[in-house]
């Protein structure tokens, strides 16, 4: 492994350091890898140890090359400084990407508490944006924002379709940093249809970093599950970007997008309301819906068949899940996805 | 096992069937046990299978008491009909507690669907309220509660100090009861301090039940880890009502409410802003204080010693969160614990 | 769920309780299950509570059909009355297996102890021989077997190719059943060519069964480890077994026996020397191996490619291991087999 | 963290890589950390990559300083070079303990294949012999040995009492290095008393590392389980070396020896056999029985109680699993212990 700390700024002492494993030869299936920047908390006031190299081996671990970024604090962390630090290492990252077996559409950010607000603010208005984004008990709406940083932007208001799938995890009992702000950052990234998994812990202080003995004491007192972020977020990324296949990654499990298809033709992560609005779409629908009707009639749960569907659920109903509420397998939904990609949205 | 069907109310084929294990003899450590209602979905339709006899051997097989309710559905939906039925099943459960071997204080409710709209009236409106929710992919506001049941009211607008512990599960990609449900839900739960654990699964259709092979087909498309809220709200039934012990069940990890204390005295649980704004505590305080940022001067994550708090943070900082940042054991922490409860709250 | 009590000998109170699901309408996929027979210990003396429903419960809640039996103890252990009790157990639930939508060839027995030793007897010595068996601190050897019954016999010696795949568990602190039982038992089921998996965890008392807190107490002391049984015995019944398909059971994963091809034509599960005996098999090798060797080339750990392999290796070495070393797909893989099931074995 | 390739031997290219964390400052409660040298297969042939650096991750994620030991191979092989080579590395190691932060009686080795062999061989015949040994798909008896260096000596009949607690991981499938080579060590952990775990999957190939698609492709057909030897050797290692707790390591779970106490004194981890065989033992004994009986009466199960043991498994019975069984508090035991370990053993 190839660890290197490269200095950024020194004046206002930004480093990135590396974190990089090798590709081919024994790992013949691997020609390059996803990458994740981790970004420390800290209260903008500091880059704390805990949440940075220990973070870094838990992605490293599953195969990611990782980068932990030390970003400009204390009397330098005026906005946007820390975030130009950000947008710079992530320049540098995707310039090197070839030379660092890195595949640069694939690279995450995560960050922590003020480091989680820096991390939600690359993932809503940096200019070099990444891919996915893990958000953990991280600092984003305008009143905890101002707490730890009078210059810092509120990052709830800043989401917009751009935004990359988040995952975000904070704790029900942190009286440093709210959940409100986790509760408030998945709401707007619902109503921007944004891909995101969201977990909020029942117990745990601020700062739990792993929540495993490695980072705390018996002081702390913590539920079982905080530490299931770490395990959840891999798995989420997995289905973001992929896994590592025969030779490359293998296919994404869903996009961009949560709810609506965004693409050029239907498909069958359409709504029914995006597919009736197109008129080979509602030809194709009537077809559809008997069968689907016929076959849910045995009465699958939470209705389908049986139950006379108000036509604002139905329109919002994906095709996906209406096929699959009718019992119809795998591969039957893919041939009619086929059919619906020769339907052209608009 | 016992299992009976008791039938509520013929007309309205309302039952509640019984699941019922023994105690003592080769139990000898269990007197009582807690227990779970089952609340199936179906949109008020109907009640699932699929989320009935299942759900009932998950918890079951943990060492609950389990009962499923089988409520007032179709024509015999109008309001407060289905809250009536729970209403009458709890009160029937906790008059044969003894003869059930069941703690009569420790009897949760688990909903889904439209059964998670009665499992969250059940939590808000009861007039035999449960004390602990499991709301999986629930109707809870006023926009879907419409959607299922013309006469169903809002649950979200519901909540109440008086409302128990929450766990609320969802799917992101739901699109026929929208995650939008779930997020309304814990801000109402937040603002009212209540405790609750919070999970929202990155992919899955409406319905998913247990989400493993005994209930899905091929054609769903599912993320690995919606099933999880089985194992995690299990996980969290047992630091809301304790589990078993050498006789009896263990304390509970933690109460009704999240972030104040709101017992007579003081205690770790209370934030610093309300121990200062009592003598005895203001006091106190300032011991601690210079002891807290003496050992977090190593410099803990997220703060704490170093950073100048804003005052804002420190007056809803938690006295358990500043002492474990301290780096204070589980012993010192109990003990100052037992001092600030001699310090009256009022 | 259809609970009932069949007794099998009212004079020896040989009893069979049956937990019975159902199939069809909302559980469409599902026309028949697998099922379970729970035999608990009780050193031939009772039949323990704790190693009877809480088990039964486990596999329930997977979706298995499931039975306890309560067989001949004291007085009546006399050999070989508790394995006729079981043999008619076994022989009265394939015969009803239509009606209990049981499938008759999916039908595991899982003891604990001294039925643990009745269980590996059934699984060896039966007429009505199980489809796997699950033995937990089971009584096994000539020695321990004496000990609890001395008219009961060795297990260890009765372990023949027709022994049905098992799933070993014991703790290597046991002192009232030693883990030199299920060593004995696995080396014998080794040398048998049988499918088996075996965990010997580190430290537990006898008799642990679920070994969680509805059936252990603070004074056991126990790996966290103990309890993975139940999750693994199921994880590997889905592979001996097959899972929960869209209509009906998907295919095992594996066969009865672990290293040699038994069928009558070759495969990817039969190993080189197998293979090269045949005269097709010996022209079919020569141009795989130099394929494998060339890919193998890069250096895939444990050699293949590199390594000069002693010729006693490369006989017993399988040709599904070999292509995989040499990083073929699984898609080339099943090519491969589908030509080697075009030549005969003998 | 610091990685450094410290070359041992640079004729036969024998090298040792070391992954050092830090301590103290934010991780003030860590002044030492446990290690663990990995040390690869490859058939005394070569180093395997695929079982070096990702190892190392697997256990510095988990607060280990870790190491590779990359050994003498090919031409070098012959024995004992290769031992010299881990009895050199061993030698530095704990030569440099306190620069490294390491505790220097809490290093463990971790071999895989080939490297299991050498890690088997340096838990049994080595100067330097380590704390703990985790055996993954190891080369260990006589003729597996000689298979891949002739000069290999087997390890099965060196294991003496001086071994160290052993995990030990395999597949039944593996046709290069047969389960039989697991199955033979354990035997003799167990004749010798040594503490161990062991974990046979049910069908995984050779040389399955991590078992997670960083190391593998989908031609290799392999059990969902064969990855947990990662998290389960975790786990165990926490047992036997204790965990990180407030200021250093927690106390280990149990000892080195797994049946007897072989202590001066008497303990609730003496057998009653050796109890007895003490004059202040036996007095102790019979009022001890006498409550045992009584509260087990209720019947435990595995019996105790009720059932009229065979003078040979009391014999070896465990004073703690008899209290147990009695359903007595962990407090209790604890008292009984304080007592016994007052009376001495010869």
Not at 51 to 66: F, K, N
Request: glycine share 8%; net charge negative.
């Amino acid at each position: 492994m190839i660890t290197e700390k490269i200095i950024l700024n020194e004046e206002r002492n930004v480093t990135l350091t590396t974190y990089l494993q090798p590709v081919g030869e024994e790992f013949a299936h691997i020609k390059a890898r996803p990458a994740i920047i981790v970004i420390p908390g800290g209260g903008y006031d500091f880059c704390s140890d805990r949440e940075a190299e220990p973070i870094a081996l838990a992605y490293l671990r599953e195969g990611y090359q990782a980068f932990v970024l030390r970003y400009s604090v204390q009397q330098n962390k005026i906005w946007p400084t820390p975030l130009n630090d950000y947008d710079e290492a992530m320049a540098l990252i995707r310039s090197r990407a070839e030379e660092w077996h890195i595949i640069p559409d694939k690279i995450a950010v995560i960050g922590f508490s003020a480091g989680g607000h820096l991390a939600a603010s690359a993932a809503t208005m940096s200019v070099n944006r990444p891919n996915a984004a893990i958000l953990i008990y991280a600092v984003l709406d305008e009143a905890s924002a101002k707490e730890w940083n009078e210059t810092a932007p509120d990052t709830v208001s800043a989401v917009d379709e751009k935004t990359c799938p988040c995952f975000v995890a904070a704790s029900r009992t942190d009286t440093m940093v709210p959940a409100a702000n986790a509760i408030a950052f998945c709401d707007a990234l619902y109503r921007n249809d944004i891909s995101f998994e969201s977990h909020i812990y029942s117990y745990a202080p601020h700062g739990f970093s792993l929540a495993d003995n490695t980072v705390r004491q018996s002081g702390w007192k913590i539920t079982e599950r905080a530490k299931d972020w770490v395990r959840d977020s891999i798995g989420w990324l997995k289905e973001v970007f992929g896994d590592f296949g025969d030779s490359g990654m293998t296919e994404p499990m869903y996009g961009h997008y949560a709810l609506l298809e965004h693409g050029d033709t239907l498909s069958v992560d359409a709504s029914i309301g995006q597919i009736v609005s197109t008129e080979g779409g509602k030809a194709f629908f009537e077809t559809m819906m008997a069968q689907a009707a016929g076959a849910a009639g045995a009465g699958v749960t939470g209705g389908g068949g049986d139950i006379d569907l108000k036509q604002s659920v139905l329109e919002r109903f994906k095709m996906r899940d209406l096929l699959g509420f009718a019992g119809m397998s795998a591969e039957t939904i893919a041939e009619i996805d086929a059919q619906l990609r020769n339907i052209p949205r608009k």
